[in-house]
Structures are given as structure tokens and as C-alpha cells.
């Protein structure tokens, strides 16, 4: 067995398989159904890029709707804001949730969010949830979010090509106040990323793209793991509060820095 090969938890019994990995340097990853969703080393800098611009610009953040996000990492970082009142996480698998509950190494990184009070979790398909208005969390039924976060498996395979399409997008603006910011995590190169941009803009038109490098130790310009992520609004975008003391990474790279400027070509333009 090489030490990649270091389970610490794998679950098998849903729609999905589940795995929690040690890596060589005392790192924690997860897989679902083989596709990489984290690095425990770096993992700051994706959740920091998907979900404090959003949190930053919120008229409010009273209410925030999570879809995905069942590793409870996108839950820390949105309960570090002040204000927040109720988290309404919407996440397919039950399986993974569980073990952001349960299993101690993901209860640790994700500073034990999915026990936090505020916290309500629904075992739904987020197409679903957002299509029935009656459905807001138990605590505020059919109630319109502040915030929405949208933290889905990147589209490389065609089963999630709806959680990119503009028929979702006008589902969520109904379901969530005029001035909320909705952010989308895509994780696609350039060409495929203008489509994907242009559906959240027609029910969003105020709309800030970003991509950020992944790999903690390289630099713009150089290879590295980069992600690509859309924050959007039906009104303008703008900061009303502070960044999070916790961040790292947009303490030294500013959400404005990694705002993309074109909206067409084969690479991503940056500030």
C-alpha cells in the first residue's frame, strides 16, 4: 500500500463513493467517485476565493443558502462573518456530511461548522430544492437568502451540466434577495468558461469572474492548480465589510486581483 493509499474514511453505502485520504506530508484530501474535491494544505485559498468576496459584498447576511458544500468547509468560512443567523446547507449525499460530522480530521478543518447551531442541513438534489419555493429550511420556510453559495463538482462530467445552466440560475434569483450575491465555483479553462458565464449573467447581470492558483507555493504565470469562480448579483457589486480575520490568502492577494477582464479568448486576463 503506498501512502497515498492511507484511508482515514470511506464510505461506499450511498449514491457516491466517499473518501478520506493522509497524504505523504500529513495532508488530508477527498475524493468523490475518484474526482479530487480538496487538499487540506491548500484548501483555504479555493474556499477563501468561493466564499468571502460573497460574504464581503452582502447587504446582509442574515440568511445564506450553501448548495454542495457538504465537507462543511464552505460553512466555516461564511459563520466567520458577523450577522449570520441561519446557514441552510443543501448537500446530494448524506455520506458526506456524515463524516464532516464525525470523522475528527474533517471536523477539525472545517472547525466543526456543520455543528454549529445556525447550521441546517437538507439531503436534497440542489436542482430540486431551488425549484420549489415552499422549501427555505424549517426555521423560515419559502424565506429568501442573503447569500448564496454554490459550491458544485466542476462540470467535467455531463450528469452536472444542469448546475451550469441558466435555468438554475433563474430559479435561484427567485429564491433569493435582489441585493444577494450568488457565487458559483466552475473550475474550467477559458473556452468552456464563457458560456457557463454568460447563463449566470442572464438572471445576475452584475457579475465579477475571478480564478485564483491553487498551489500555495507557485505564483501567478506559473503551472499550478487554478480555479475558476463567478460571483454575480442583480445589483452592484461592492465591499460592505471587512475581509474575515482568518483569511490568508485574500489577505495578500485582494479579491480585486483576481478579477478577470476579458469575456472571450482561450485564457483568463486578470487586473
Known amino acids: 500500500m503506498s501512502e497515498r493509499d492511507q484511508v482515514i474514511h470511506r464510505a461506499t453505502g450511498g449514491p457516491l463513493e466517499v473518501i478520506l485520504w493522509r497524504e505523504p506530508d500529513g495532508s488530508i484530501s477527498l475524493t468523490i467517485d475518484d474526482y479530487w474535491q480538496f487538499i487540506s494544505r491548500d484548501e483555504h485559498v479555493f474556499h477563501e476565493v468561493l466564499v468571502d468576496p460573497a460574504m464581503i459584498a452582502a447587504a446582509s447576511t442574515r440568511r445564506v443558502l450553501i448548495l454542495g458544500g457538504g465537507d462543511g468547509l464552505v460553512a466555516r468560512n461564511v459563520l466567520r462573518y458577523p450577522g449570520v443567523e441561519a446557514v441552510v446547507l443543501v448537500d446530494y449525499d448524506p455520506q458526506v456530511t456524515s463524516m464532516a460530522l464525525e470523522v475528527p480530521e474533517l471536523v477539525e478543518l472545517s472547525e466543526g461548522s456543520l455543528h454549529d447551531p445556525r ?22 420556510p419559502g424565506g429568501l437568502f442573503d447569500v448564496v453559495i454554490c459550491d458544485f463538482p466542476a462540470p467535467a462530467h455531463e450528469r452536472y ?111
Not at 457565487?183 to 449566470?200: E, G, M, N, R, T
Not at 495578500?252 to 478577470?260: A, F, G
Open 161 to 271: 451540466a444542469p448546475l451550469f445552466e441558466a435555468p438554475l440560475y433563474a430559479q435561484i434569483a427567485a429564491r433569493c434577495t435582489r441585493e444577494a450575491p450568488v457565487s458559483v465555483q466552475v473550475s474550467v479553462d477559458a473556452p468552456d468558461f464563457w458560456p457557463i458565464l454568460a447563463a449566470v449573467g442572464e438572471s445576475f447581470p452584475e457579475l465579477e469572474p475571478r480564478v485564483a492558483n491553487l498551489a500555495v507555493d507557485q505564483g501567478p504565470g506559473e503551472d499550478g492548480d487554478w480555479a475558476s469562480f463567478i460571483l454575480a448579483s442583480r445589483a452592484p457589486l461592492e465591499a460592505r465589510r471587512a475581509l474575515a480575520p482568518q483569511a490568508r490568502f485574500l489577505a495578500e492577494h485582494p479579491p480585486s486581483s483576481l478579477v478577470v477582464v476579458n469575456r472571450s479568448g482561450a485564457d483568463f486576463e486578470t487586473r
Open 119 to 140: 447550521v441546517e442541513l437538507i439531503h436534497a438534489d440542489a436542482l430540486a430544492f431551488v425549484a420549489d419555493p415552499s422549501l427555505g429550511g424549517t426555521r423560515e
